[in-house]
């Protein structure tokens, strides 16, 4: 039973999608965009690992307790920040975060009926 309530609430979670995004800029292709997005995101990185501190004990070789403990609050920390830091230099560069909206089916329209063959009797 409990088996199939966690298949259950995989199935609705799955349902509840996030939408997707790009970035987009007036001029600019695919390609130019992939690479201001790469650029932006490891200078992010360079960044926030430049200015994250880490509270481990002996530079990792302490007791680990308080290396772990610290660790997982900073890590998180150090990823919002990478992406606050990526969106902010995306948008110094002209571009725009957009959604891409999915594409609507429509359902198959009907033919109109044929008119009935008139018949000679």
């Known amino acids: 039973m409990r088996g ?4 259950l609430l995989l ?11 790009r ?11 992939n690479s201001d997005l790469l650029t932006c995101r490891q200078a992010a990185q360079q960044e926030t690992f430049a200015t994250s501190p880490f509270y481990g004990f ?9 290396r ?10 150090r990823f919002y920040t990478e992406g606050r830091l990526t969106d ?10 957009v959604t891409i909206q999915p594409p609507q089916t429509k359902p198959p329209a009907q033919a109109p009926a044929a008119p009935a063959a008139a018949t000679d009797k």
Not at 23 to 33: I, R, T, V
């Open 68 to 77: 772990f403990r610290h660790w997982s609050f900073y890590d998180s920390d």
């Open 88 to 97: 902010f230099c995306m948008r110094n560069k002209g571009y725009q975060l």
């Open 23 to 33: 970035w987009e800029k007036a001029g600019a292709d695919e390609k130019a965009a």
């Open 58 to 66: 002996g530079f990792g070789f302490g007791p680990p307790f308080g």
């Open 11 to 21: 199935f609705v979670l799955s349902a509840c999608s996030i939408p997707e995004t």
């Open 4 to 7: 199939i309530l966690s298949l």
